[in-house]
Nanobody, 116 residues
């Protein structure tokens, strides 16, 4: 059973940093791409923020490129999202995602609020 648990969200001032983590279990973590999405409000579409392939190839949305860094630790079955120079528009619930066998699996999300 696939299980994803996000952590690391919180309240931070503009210009600050946060590091999100997603602990994964129930599948061969090292074989799959992992993604971070965010949702700015309930009912809004979740937007892809960053992804990392099984071999470490990364992708970033234009809005976060140069500020966010995605990484993975296959020994700990964990994917991270380092977020620097945070802006109020980064405020959202951040979700970890793994597409597997045609099904998208999601964590419960972690709230990130950027405000002074």
């Amino acid at each position: 059973q696939v299980h994803l648990v996000e952590s690391g969200g919180g309240l931070v001032q503009p210009g600050g940093s946060l590091r999100l983590s997603c602990a994964a279990s129930g599948f061969t973590f090292s074989s799959y791409s992992m993604r971070w999405y965010r949702q700015v409000a309930p009912g809004k579409e979740r937007q892809l923020v960053a992804s990392i392939s099984a071999v470490g190839t990364t992708y970033y949305a234009d809005s976060v490129r140069g500020r966010f860094t995605i990484s993975r630790d296959n020994a700990k079955n964990t994917v991270h999202l380092q977020m620097n120079s945070l802006k109020p528009k980064d405020t959202a619930v951040y979700y970890c995602n793994v597409p597997r066998s045609g099904i998208d699996y999601w964590g419960q999300g972690t709230q990130v609020t950027v405000s002074s």
